[in-house]
Each structure stands twice: as structure tokens, then as C-alpha cells.
């Protein structure tokens, strides 16, 4: 007879983490702590729902808002609790600063001030618990004289610099369609909450983070700014295209919007090339005949390998190409990461996580790779205020009829 075995304990098990947050540079933060087996509390209100609740399902808009089968809600904040307090209460207020001092990290994506105007600040919540650890994520940190400008993705990505390298030459500049410093923010956040937590754990106490999110999509560009250190000159958005080598991009293949990305920076892969595609009058076209040519007549040489391209299909193209030693890949929809790339499923990439509404649902991976303590979601889709019991009861002892009476007077916020 097998005995199941008990899952490993998580690396951040014993972990608590109270998030004021909003979006995705803080909500990705507490997303992957507990993932990784931290208990995490998302302190929200039903009056200023966070963006990920704002979701509107596109082929029914006639539903209207409906916030627990946003998928942002599962990508961003899945695995937490979900706690609802009206904090323009001070009773709200106090709750939260109670749970801020039970907990191990605060971690919270404002505007900067926001939290010192709720009563909710640094200072405060370090005072009640000074081995707290607090990271305060907004777009231009809590000093300086942009530090209290409302920011977004977007804007930021803009005057990081991101958008003026992003795009085709000769074009106007272009935005990547996708909060990118978010992302770039919260996993410098995220790094910077567990250096606290070691620190803290050898002894050191706790610590304030103050992050810019604007200096950490600056600090991904570092070559761009060595180059213009170095030579002098602004950098210029080179599309799909490299300096080193050509052709390099990504080219039309058989079928609706289907593309194959390839990169040539050797003789050995250009003749590889040639040969794969049966194009051996290339080899004698001066134009193409070395590396050197090869770049000064890009654009001929892209409408070339485009017409030849169009005659493949996208993967059978990648694996020939593959086959002869030249980069390649598909230019993959989501629906190709799901349903046919082999390396994503061989390693379980894809994560079946259990949904309050809907059962289960199937969400990327958290891909942090940890072997001995496996991360796991504990459940998605939950209601604003879902874990209001469970939470102020465990945590600060409140009764059911405490409970009650405390939403009755709109201090909590019921489940919704």
C-alpha cells in the first residue's frame, strides 16, 4: 500500500505579507512569494477596486465588470487573501496597522504619500513592529521633485528612454502595448524584499525599500547609456535588426500572420541558410556575399528571404533551420505556448490552479525553478473581501459577531 507523501514545505513558508497594492509592479511582488509559500494578505476596498478587478469579459461586455473571472486578477494575484477595509475609516486604519504588525513584509505601490496621508506610513507601521521590512514601490520614489507625479506603465516606459529605442528605424517611437516597467519593478522589488529578509534573519532587523520604478527600467538600458558614454551617440531603434550580423529578423511564412524569427552571424550560417531555403544564386550576389555586404544591403537582402519564407510553415521552417545550425524560432501566439511547444511541456510550465468560480483554470507558470521546495498557487478568483473571517479572526483574534459588526458599520467591507 503507497502512502501519499506530505508536499515538501515552500521556501517562504512561515511568511506573512500585507500588500496596499495596485496593478502589477507591487501585486507581481506578493504573486510570487506566495507562490512560493508565503501567506500573503491583499488589503483592497470595493470603492477603489485595484485595475485587476476592472476586467469587462470582451466577447459578453453586456456582464459588465466582473472581477473574479479577470485572468489579470489570477496572473497578478492569485495564491493571496483577500481582505476589504474602507481605509477613510480610522477603525480601517487600525486593522491594517494591526495586520502590518503581525506580518513580516509590507509591501505597498502608491503614490508616494499616500500611505503617511492613511496614517499608514513607514514610520508608523515600523514603530508598532521595528523588525518589519517595508518596501514602497512608485514610479519616482519617495524623494525628489517628481516623487509625488502619478505614474503608469506606459509613461514610465517613456521617460526611461524604453520607447525611443522601440520600433523601426526612420519611425516615430512606439510603446511595447504592455506595462513593461511593472515588470521590470516588481523583480527588482522582489529581490529587494528577500536581500531584507536575509539581512533580517542574520540578525540585521528590519529596513524601509525605497524603490523608484523609473531607475529600474533605466538600469535595464545600462548598455545603451555605456554607449552613448562611450561614443557620444544617441542610440537609434534598430527594429528587428542587430549591428553584428545580417540578416537578422522576422519573416513571413505560410498561412494568417505567421512568422519565423532567424539570426545569421556567421559564413558557416549563411551558407546553411542558402542551402535550406535553395537559394544558391545568393551565394554568388555580391550584395550578400559577406558579412559586411550583407549589412549594407539589408533591405534587399530582408525581401529576398521574405519571398523565400512564405513557402514554409512557421515550425517547419524553425526545425530545418535549427537542423542546419542557423538561430531560429517561431513567432509564437499563446496558443502555440499552450498546445504545441514541446519544451514548455516537458517541463509543466502551464499551471492548473483551483478557481472560485469557475473550478478550475490553467495560468502561466511562476518560473523560478526551485527543486527541493516547489511553488504551488493555493487558489484564484477570489471576492473582494473573500478572506475577511479567516484573516481578522486568525490574525487579530476578531470574533464572527466582532466580524459582522464591523461591516455593518462599513469598516470592513463585505465579500463582493
Known amino acids: 500500500m503507497e502512502v501519499a507523501l506530505e508536499p515538501p514545505p515552500q521556501a517562504l513558508a512561515g511568511i506573512r505579507v500585507v500588500e496596499f497594492t ?3 509592479a507591487g501585486p507581481w511582488i506578493g504573486r510570487i512569494m506566495a507562490y512560493c509559500g508565503a501567506e500573503v494578505v491583499k488589503v483592497e476596498s470595493a470603492t477603489r477596486p485595484d485595475v485587476t478587478r476592472q476586467y469587462i469579459p470582451p466577447w459578453a461586455p453586456e456582464m459588465g465588470v466582473q472581477s473574479q473571472l479577470s485572468p489579470w486578477l489570477t496572473d497578478w494575484n492569485a495564491g493571496k487573501r483577500c481582505v476589504a477595509l474602507d481605509l477613510t475609516r480610522p477603525r480601517a486604519v487600525e486593522l491594517a496597522a494591526a495586520l502590518a504588525a503581525k506580518a513580516d513584509v509590507v509591501v505597498e505601490n502608491y503614490r508616494a504619500g499616500v500611505m503617511e496621508k492613511l496614517g499608514l506610513g513607514c514610520k508608523v507601521l515600523r514603530a508598532a513592529r521595528p523588525d518589519l521590512i517595508v518596501l514602497s514601490s512608485s514610479g519616482f520614489g519617495n524623494s525628489g521633485p517628481a516623487s509625488r507625479y502619478v ?27 504592455f506595462a513593461y516597467p511593472d515588470a521590470v519593478a516588481a523583480l527588482h522589488g522582489l529581490f529587494a524584499v528577500l536581500c531584507a529578509l536575509d539581512h533580517r534573519g542574520r540578525g540585521g532587523g528590519g529596513q524601509s525599500i525605497d524603490l523608484a520604478q523609473l531607475e529600474c527600467c533605466v538600469a535595464v538600458l545600462g548598455d545603451v ?30 498561412g494568417d500572420d505567421r512568422w519565423c524569427a532567424l539570426s545569421v552571424f556567421t559564413e558557416d550560417e549563411w551558407e546553411a541558410l542558402c542551402t535550406v531555403l535553395e537559394r544558391s544564386q545568393w551565394r554568388a550576389d555580391a550584395r550578400f556575399a559577406a558579412a559586411a555586404a550583407r549589412l549594407a544591403h539589408q533591405d534587399a537582402l530582408d525581401a529576398e528571404i521574405g519571398a523565400a519564407t512564405r513557402q514554409w510553415g512557421a515550425f517547419e521552417l524553425m526545425t530545418a533551420l535549427q537542423a542546419a545550425g542557423v538561430a531560429a524560432g517561431v513567432v509564437q501566439t499563446a496558443e502555440d505556448q499552450y498546445r504545441r511547444d514541446p519544451q514548455l511541456a516537458a517541463r509543466a510550465f502551464f499551471e492548473e490552479i483551483e478557481h472560485a468560480v469557475k473550478g478550475r483554470v490553467v495560468a502561466t507558470g511562476i518560473p523560478v525553478g526551485l527543486t527541493a521546495t516547489p511553488g504551488r498557487t493555493r487558489g484564484a478568483g477570489a471576492a473582494i473581501g473573500a478572506d475577511n473571517e479567516t484573516v481578522l479572526g486568525e490574525w487579530l483574534g476578531l470574533s464572527a459577531a466582532e466580524i459582522v459588526a464591523l461591516a455593518e458599520e462599513g469598516v470592513v467591507e463585505r465579500v463582493g
Open 151 to 177: 505614474t503608469w506603465g506606459p509613461n514610465l516606459e517613456a521617460m526611461s528612454g524604453m520607447s525611443a529605442l522601440t520600433g523601426f528605424p526612420g519611425r516615430g517611437c512606439t510603446m511595447t502595448q
Open 225 to 254: 547609456m555605456l554607449e552613448m558614454l562611450a561614443n557620444g551617440d544617441e542610440p537609434q531603434p534598430l527594429g528587428n535588426r542587430s549591428r553584428r550580423g545580417a540578416p537578422q529578423g522576422c519573416y513571413p511564412c505560410r
Open 22 to 24: 495596485a496593478g502589477m
